[in-house]
């Protein structure tokens, strides 16, 4: 079993940062693809952000590009999500996400893929 922890969310005003951080304890002797999604009030959680196992594979939604980056530290069992320019609209739960996987370089995009979800963090994007 896999548990993940996550942290850093809360309230900023558009176009300020916050960084988001996953910690993974458990199974962390098996690679994992790591996610990160959100979820807005009376909407479906959606993709944000995939980072491989290897880290050099990554993507990221369309909304987010250019002001989201994706990180993680295998050594530290913990991916972050690092957020710039923020806007109102970027207001959500976040998730982080996580999945078994039999090579480094394998990322997935579609929640359904994650076996395994954090509790989520709120974040809170003022105008």
């Known amino acids: 079993q896999v548990q993940l922890a996550e942290s850093g969310g809360g309230l900023v005003q558009a176009g300020g940062s916050l960084r988001l951080s996953c910690a993974a304890s458990?199974?962390?002797?098996?690679?994992?693809?790591m996610g990160w999604f959100r979820q807005a009030p009376g909407k479906e959680r959606e993709f944000v952000a995939a980072?491989?196992?290897?880290?050099?594979?990554?993507n990221y939604a369309d909304s987010v590009k250019g002001r989201f980056t994706i990180s993680r530290d295998n050594a530290k069992n913990t991916v972050y999500l690092q957020m710039n320019s923020l806007k109102p609209e970027d207001t959500a739960v976040y998730y982080c996400?996580?999945?078994?996987?039999?090579?480094?370089?394998?990322?997935?995009?579609?929640?359904?893929?994650?076996?395994?979800w954090g509790q989520g963090t709120q974040v809170t994007v003022s105008s």
């Open positions: 458990g199974r962390t002797f098996s690679a994992y693809a």
């Open positions: 996400a996580a999945r078994e996987v039999g090579i480094s370089s394998t990322y997935y995009t579609s929640k359904g893929s994650y076996d395994y």
């Open positions: 980072i491989s196992w290897s880290g050099g594979r990554i």
